[in-house]
């Protein structure tokens, strides 16, 4: 008779480390394999889970995400993967029955439970944009208090996997958290005061980032989509109105447009790498250049 859990390798290496609870016999467990879609889910899972995981971002340094597409070799690779962690950016919706079939056994945490999403454009319509409403922004790690929550349903998703590490977890988890909250504080500090709480990107997203710290993304870009004549100029006189001067792009896109823009009203363009897998310097550095004090 075969065993129950025969086709399952991890639960059979549990099984063993059971039986190695009998003195004398002790059985190493492999680490978790975690696939996630972008590197700041990266350094998520890796706190929280430590020596017990490995994690992997799909989408690498330089690359869109939105314009991404596995490689053959990374499909394959699932096959080992536990668990893998999606948090809305498109190509995981075309992708994800293809990965599954590569890896039935393979859990699918969605980062987004349980978290207040935004529709991805709440800029103000400039009149050249046809625009989908019903699109929900992606970019839920921009903001700490979000990723509070997805740490929370990250370190459950690890100790269901492998209980036997549950109380790592949870260590790994609360010093986590811990440097979230001292974010989350420094960035309050940082924009204390600040008066002008608008500021332009050329990609939309930084929405969940000022939705925490009460401020306002204006966005070039809409939906992929660059602006026309009308809406270029439009982008112009509003910065000019807001006394923007500096405008935010991301190392993955065009910024042309944003650099047009800045020309125009004497401002500077600052590279800001909104999937970086630094993610506690990288929210900082929004904060000081949000505030007027950051390097270019």
């Known amino acids: 008779m075969a065993h129950p859990n ?28 975690v696939f996630v879609s972008v590197a700041p889910q990266e350094t998520f899972v890796s706190r929280i889970g430590g020596e017990h995981v490995r994690a992997k971002a799909l989408v690498k340094a330089g690359q869109d995400p939105h314009a991404y597409e596995p490689t053959a070799r990374q499909v394959a690779a699932l096959a080992d993967a536990d668990l893998y962690l999606r948090v809305g950016i498109g190509f995981e919706d075309a992708w994800m029955p293809r990965m599954l079939a590569a890896n039935p056994s393979m859990r699918v945490l969605d980062a987004r439970d349980g978290i207040a999403v935004r529709p991805e454009d709440e800029a103000h319509d400039h009149g050249d944009h046809d625009h989908d409403h019903d699109a929900i922004d992606p970019h839920v790690w921009t903001s700490p208090a979000r990723v509070r929550i ?9 100790a269901d996997l492998a209980p ?42 930084w929405g969940y980032f000022a939705e925490d710290y009460g401020l306002e993304q204006v966005a070039i870009e809409r939906e992929g989509k660059e602006p026309g004549a009308r809406a270029l100029t439009a982008m112009i006189e509003q910065a000019r ?9 991301q190392p993955q896109l065009n910024p042309a447009s944003a650099e047009q823009v800045a020309q125009a009203i004497g401002g500077q363009v600052a590279v800001i790498d909104p999937l970086s ?9 929004v904060a000081d250049l949000i505030a007027g004090a950051g390097e270019l």
């Open 6 to 33: 025969e086709g399952n390798p991890r639960m059979l290496r549990r099984f063993f480390f059971i039986l190695g609870l009998i003195p004398g016999l002790v059985f190493a467990e492999d680490p978790l394999t």
């Open 241 to 249: 109105r807001d006394g923007i001067r500096v405008i935010f792009v």
């Open 277 to 285: 897998g630094d993610y506690f310097a990288n929210l900082r550095r």
């Open 164 to 205: 036997e590490y549950a109380a790592d977890f949870a260590a790994g988890y609360d010093s986590f958290v811990a440097d979230l909250d001292a974010l989350d504080s420094a960035i309050r500090a940082r924009l204390d005061g600040v008066e002008n709480r608008r500021f332009m990107v050329y990609h939309p997203a």
């Open 150 to 158: 997805m740490a929370a349903r990250i370190r459950e998703a690890l």
